[in-house]
């Protein structure tokens, strides 16, 4: 059964930390791994990847994809406040275009 | 629309009785999904289309859920005889057949008392 594990389940740091989120996957025919940030309800979308070693970035926020070890990991530099919510992982395979979600990480930064 | 629109933003009803939830994705998108986010879970694909027909249905839990979506869409994602255990917020999602990301809407959160 195609599998996304998120770890931590819950983070709390301080204003300025660096955070590292991790997702891993167990998922056959993988075809993309896609980060969102959940402040309220609606996910907002952070990054798609799709090839090994190229990192995406954004702002504070990267994120880079390992098909061979099947992980991802999402980076927030010198967090602030706003960062605090939940982020997901999912992956796509290839057989459907349905997403698989991971628990989520939820993030909590105090000042 | 600019964006994927749900409604309504907040549902509660009684138990036994039918729901139905509405999504209105972007114009343009061929797919839509629906995800069901329990409290402090992660989302749990439910169903998706592809224009007017579901490939994949394999998330409903029960056969008391049902989903259409016509003129390749609006979709209802309907509830019969709702349960406690129904309570949940649904996410709609659109995407332009996987080639990009999805974007999500605001969800319905259905509270079943």
């Known amino acids: 059964e195609d599998k996304v594990v998120q770890s931590p389940l819950s983070l709390v740091v301080h204003e300025g930390d660096t955070v590292t989120l991790n997702c891993s996957y167990e998922v056959t025919n993988f075809r993309s791994l896609l980060w969102y940030k959940q402040e309220k309800k609606a996910p907002t979308f952070l990054f798609m990847l799709t090839s090994s070693g190229i990192e995406k970035k954004s702002g504070r926020l990267s994120s880079i994809l390992d098909k061979k070890e099947l992980f991802s990991i999402l980076n927030i530099t010198a967090t602030q406040t706003g960062d605090s919510a939940i982020y997901l992982c999912a992956v796509v395979p290839y057989n459907t275009d349905k997403l698989i979600f991971g628990t989520g990480t939820r993030l909590q930064v105090f000042p | 629309g600019a964006g994927v629109s749900q409604s309504p933003s907040n549902k509660v009803t009684e138990k036994g009785k039918d729901v139905e939830l509405r999504c209105d994705p972007i114009?343009?998108?061929?797919?839509l999904y629906w995800y069901r986010q329990s409290l402090g879970q992660g989302l749990e694909f439910l169903i998706y289309f592809q224009g007017n027909s579901a490939p994949d249905k394999s998330g409903l839990p029960s056969d008391r859920f049902s989903a259409e979506r016509t003129g390749g869409s609006v979709s209802t994602l309907t509830i019969q005889r709702t349960q406690q255990e129904d309570s949940a917020v649904y996410l709609c999602?659109?995407?332009?057949?996987?080639?990009?990301?999805?974007?999500f809407g605001s969800g319905t959160r259905l509270t079943v008392v």
């Open positions: 114009s343009g998108h061929t797919a």
């Open positions: 999602a659109s995407s332009q057949g996987g080639k990009g990301g999805y974007t």
